[in-house]
């Protein structure tokens, strides 16, 4: 079976993969499409050296069916179209007995911390597989979980109906986002510094602004009438847009830290505290999250072709990574089965 694996050193390759029969409690996955990430971008880089073993097959966006049913698993059978909520959390930590398993204390992320889904076929926990619905085709499906941090970020910030809300960054995130917002009534606008995804964004709906040539305060002050936005989504990781972030809210306004930001940011708490804005942030997903996600892309309220840059079969990954790194990329789906469109 092929996959992809990063194998040190900034490198990424091609590699057969030995895949026994599901154990007790998993599934055995026939992976069809796995999308590819920023995070992917910095395991493939080596930023996350220190924390990944290799060689280490990543990918944590992806869509299959049911290849073979471990023991002890019930409600499943081989055939089933299926995707993974990459989180095993250990149910025992201070977070977990606090109801908050998705940001476990000792979380194991699936992709980085156990092998992923860029492999033909994958042994899964059971209780991490999320069933789809027949009428999903698995190329928009491979979409569900960066849906899901979308869905996660807004339900975090209590958007309401009407509310005004700037998104911060326009990659695929920032867009989802954006477009889960406005799913949810709110108006939104997103800022994003690149010129080719600018003009993507805009094609979509939404208003756009360059925030490296615009007075972002005075912009966002004149779209809502010199009350300030509702919610403001940091998706970008910039230290500017940390900076800028709090004179866009209003007052008593929600600022959501999406993005991760590599270092300690400045940050105005001067304006967080007259304002008394709320600062919140925003990590992954719940289960509900996520099958709100699978609801969502059902019913056709995520622009999913529109988002998919391209399909590359599996031998591809590193260049269609360095695309992605060079920003000349929205999403890039990888063709896991080899069959496109089976
Ligand atoms: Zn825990």
């Given at each position: ?167 911060l960054?326009g ?20 800022a994003e510094v690149d010129a080719?995804?600018r ?9 756009v602004i360059d925030p490296a040539s615009a007075d972002m305060?005075?912009e ?16 970008s990781?910039a230290?500017a847009a940390?900076?800028s ?98």
């Open positions: 079976m092929k996959g992809a694996a990063y194998v040190g050193g900034g490198r990424l390759e091609t590699v057969s993969v030995e895949v026994g029969p599901p154990g007790p409690g998993e599934l055995q996955i026939a992976v069809a499409y796995c999308g590819l990430c920023g995070t992917d971008l910095h395991i493939a880089h080596g930023a996350m050296d220190a924390r990944v073993r290799t060689p280490l097959v990543f990918g944590h966006e992806t869509s299959g069916t049911v290849a073979a049913v471990g023991a002890g698993v019930e409600g499943w059978k081989v055939g089933d179209p299926l995707t993974v909520m990459p989180l095993v959390w250990d149910g025992t930590c201070p977070a977990c007995l606090a109801g908050h398993q998705h940001i476990c204390q000792n979380l194991v992320f699936v992709g980085i911390d156990a092998p992923g889904g860029l492999q033909q076929r994958w042994n899964v926990p059971a209780s991490i597989a999320v069933p789809l619905p027949p009428g999903l085709d698995l190329r928009t499906a491979a979409l569900v979980e960066p849906v899901a941090v979308a869905v996660h970020d807004v339900r975090r910030s209590d958007l309401q109906v009407g509310d005004h809300a700037v998104v960054g990659g695929p995130i920032g867009v989802l986002i954006a477009t889960v917002a406005r799913d949810a009534g709110a108006h939104v606008i997103v080719s995804r003009s993507r964004i805009a094609a979509l709906g939404f208003e305060a005075a966002i002050g004149r779209w809502t009438n010199g009350v300030g936005a509702d919610v403001v989504f940091e998706v990781g230290a940390a900076r972030a709090t004179d866009l809210a209003k007052v008593r306004g929600t600022i959501v830290v999406v993005a991760i930001h590599s270092a300690p940011r400045e940050l105005d708490l001067q304006r967080v505290f007259w304002r008394e804005l709320r600062l919140l942030g925003a990590r992954v997903y719940q289960r509900s999250d996520f099958e709100r996600a699978v609801d969502l892309l059902s019913r056709g309220r995520i622009p999913a072709q529109a988002l998919i840059s391209r399909v590359v079969p599996i031998e591809e990954v590193a260049s269609a990574m360095d695309d992605l790194s060079a920003g000349r990329a929205m999403k890039i789906l990888v063709d896991v089965a080899g069959e496109a469109g089976a």
